[in-house]
């Protein structure tokens, strides 16, 4: 009987460690399929992440360009406004000439109305003076006619 036990032992043995191996195994194969899941989710998240640093990098860049952008828009807007300034004060310069020059032609208008208005008294003058001179050259001609 010892060898027909020693026999069933050993086929319980077999068994026992069959089935340790089987669940060993069927263990393994699910620790192997959630490590291919584990694996292909870090390499998305890798992929992910490498996506994220180049849109960081893009975006980084924008915001550079943005700031030189707003600089030199701000360098403008400081130029337009000191030429703005420039010509205002040019514009008011001029304005003011305009005025004087305005103000100096009305005097010189009065003084060309005062002038013309001598020129016709002394045209008149002369008028007068000629029509004596020629009535005394009429009589002096009569005098020295008799």
Known sequence: MKSNTLSVLNAIGCVILTSVV???????????????????????????????????????????????????TQAAVQKAEHLSAEQTTQTASLEAEILAAREQIKTWQIAIAERDTKLQDLNQDLAATRQRLDEAIQKLKAASAR
């Open 22 to 72: 089987v669940t060993l195994w069927t263990k393994e194969r699910a620790l192997d399929q959630a490590l291919g899941k584990t694996k292909l989710e870090l390499a998305t998240a890798n992929d992910q992440t490498a996506k994220e640093i180049q849109r960081v990098h893009d975006l980084e860049r924008d915001v550079v360009a943005l700031k030189e952008s707003i600089s030199a």
